[in-house]
T-cell receptor, first 109, second 115 residues
Framework: RKEVEQDPGPFNVPEGATVAFNCTYS??????FFWYRQDCRKEPKLLMS???SGNEDGRFTAQLNRASQYISLLIRDSKLSDSATYLC??????????FGSGTRLLVRP | DTAVSQTPKYLVTQMGNDKSIKCEQN?????MYWYKQDSKKFLKIMFS???????INETVPNRFSPKSPDKAHLNLHINSLELGDSAVYFC??????????????FGPGTRLTVL
């Protein structure tokens, strides 16, 4: 079983749509949780950290459910520029980053 | 004023050759990393150095040898390249490498193609 699992997509949505991605992780000892964004042929960049209380950054909302070992990312009012691959990332007890394979989002005009 | 830089950006080489990839960060970070992203897009850590000292060494063939001459540089040397080494190699750095709030900053990647 993969340590971090994501639906690869692609999710193909119109501009203005709301889209949600989910991610599950297998190691209950995971310490920290993040969403990274990776554009085609570019490096991953941190989008946001994920906390148990949930957190919001503009149009992006992230949630963590430790009991179910589940992380989500909600994007409201999708923009064309949101098209990218979204990587779910957890850290183990030594703060090593464990990446999911990513969920691809395509926002169409 | 690139934060994490890598050279070369592209590397095409024959099987059996030896090659190096260089990484530099100007963020003043203590920890640097090498990751490999294969054709299936999985990004996996290979090595991590903190202040020139190796702290993470994943199950990587010993043909791969990292070298950190100082804490701002982490180079990756690969001996006897194989077809399966073709991938994108990302360097990254973070402030400490040991905190939940530590953010890793990635370089632009080196796309290695072994023919």
């Amino acid at each position: 079983r993969k340590e971090v699992e994501q639906d690869p997509g692609p999710f193909n949505v119109p501009e203005g749509a709301t889209v949600a991605f989910n991610c599950t992780y297998s190691n209950s000892a995971s310490q920290s949780f993040f969403w990274y964004r990776q554009d085609c042929r570019k490096e991953p960049k941190l989008l946001m950290s994920v906390y148990s209380s949930g957190n919001e950054d503009g149009r992006f909302t992230a949630q963590l459910n430790r009991a179910s070992q589940y992380i989500s990312l909600l994007i409201r009012d999708s923009k064309l520029s949101d098209s990218a691959t979204y990587l779910c990332v957890v850290t183990d007890s030594s703060y090593k980053l464990i990446f999911g394979s990513g969920t691809r989002l395509l926002v169409r005009p | 004023d690139t934060a994490v830089s890598q050279t070369p950006k592209y590397l095409v080489t024959q099987m059996g050759n030896d090659k190096s990839i260089k990484c530099e960060q100007n963020l003043g970070h203590d920890t640097m990393y090498w990751y490999k992203q294969d054709s299936k897009k999985f990004l996996k850590i290979m090595f991590s150095y903190n202040n020139k000292e190796l702290i993470i060494n994943e199950t990587v063939p010993n043909r791969f040898s990292p070298k950190s001459p100082d804490k701002a540089h982490l180079n990756l040397h690969i001996n006897s390249l194989e077809l399966g080494d073709s991938a994108v190699y990302f360097c990254a750095s973070s402030q400490t490498g040991g905190a939940s709030t530590d953010t890793q900053y990635f370089g632009p990647g080196t796309r290695l193609t072994v023919l």
